[in-house]
């Protein structure tokens, strides 16, 4: 069993798993639940995109930890791109889901293209959904449109 933790600007996203098997999982802000959801697990993989925090944790986690190998992987982009989005690039081709689009809605917001051989091949980034809200309340000349869901129409008539 691995341990893998994701390491975001807000929330650590921490899993065990076997192969691809996703086995428990924690998503959280506090570093004594990470701690406590990894006890009795020697290798701890991580993903991070948040270096500072990244070396709080190495204190309380003795050494089990083992980075993400930016280096070994295949990519269609030359460019510096985080490690959060390789890894998101890499299920989606372990999983056989590409070519595909790939958007992560954290604190910022990445939208991210896997091509026909299911290597990345760029993306952009954008700001977090709270920074496009807290637009609306700062400026006052911008109006604030409410948006209501409208159901759509299923279209399948059978299996």
Same mark, same amino acid.
């Given at each position: 069993?691995?341990?893998?933790?994701?390491?975001?600007?807000?929330?650590?996203?921490?899993?065990?798993? $076997?192969?691809?098997?996703?086995?428990?999982?924690?998503?959280?802000?506090?570093?004594?639940?990470?701690?406590?959801?990894?006890?009795?697990?020697?290798?701890?993989?991580?993903?991070?995109?948040?270096?500072?925090?990244?070396?709080?944790?190495?204190?309380?986690?003795?050494?089990?930890?083992?980075?993400?190998?930016?280096?070994? +992987?295949?990519?269609?982009?030359?460019?510096?791109?985080?490690?959060?989005? +390789?890894?998101?690039?890499?299920?989606?081709?372990?999983?056989?889901?590409?070519?595909?689009?790939?958007?992560?809605?954290?604190?910022?917001?990445?939208?991210?293209?896997?091509?026909? $051989?299911?290597?990345?091949?760029?993306?952009?980034?954008?700001?977090?959904?709270?920074?496009?809200?807290?637009?609306?309340?700062?400026? $006052?000349?911008?109006?604030?449109?409410?948006? $209501?869901?409208?159901?759509?129409?299923?279209?399948?008539?059978?299996?």
């Amino acid at each position: 069993m691995i341990g893998v933790i994701d390491i975001g600007n807000t929330r650590y996203h921490c899993g065990l798993g $076997e192969n691809v098997s996703v086995i428990k999982r924690l998503d959280t802000e506090e570093i004594d639940e990470v701690v406590k959801f990894f006890e009795g697990v020697d290798n701890i993989m991580v993903i991070s995109v948040a270096e500072k925090r990244l070396r709080v944790l190495k204190r309380f986690l003795n050494g089990r930890i083992i980075r993400f190998p930016m280096d070994k +992987i295949q990519r269609d982009y030359s460019g510096l791109v985080g490690e959060d989005r +390789i890894a998101a690039s890499l299920y989606v081709k372990e999983k056989v889901l590409y070519p595909c689009v790939v958007i992560d809605a954290g604190s910022a917001i990445t939208v991210d293209i896997v091509n026909e $051989e299911g290597l990345f091949s760029g993306g952009a980034i954008l700001s977090g959904v709270k920074n496009y809200l807290s637009l609306f309340q700062a400026q $006052e000349n911008l109006k604030h449109i409410r948006v $209501e869901p409208e159901p759509l129409e299923n279209h399948g008539k059978n299996t």
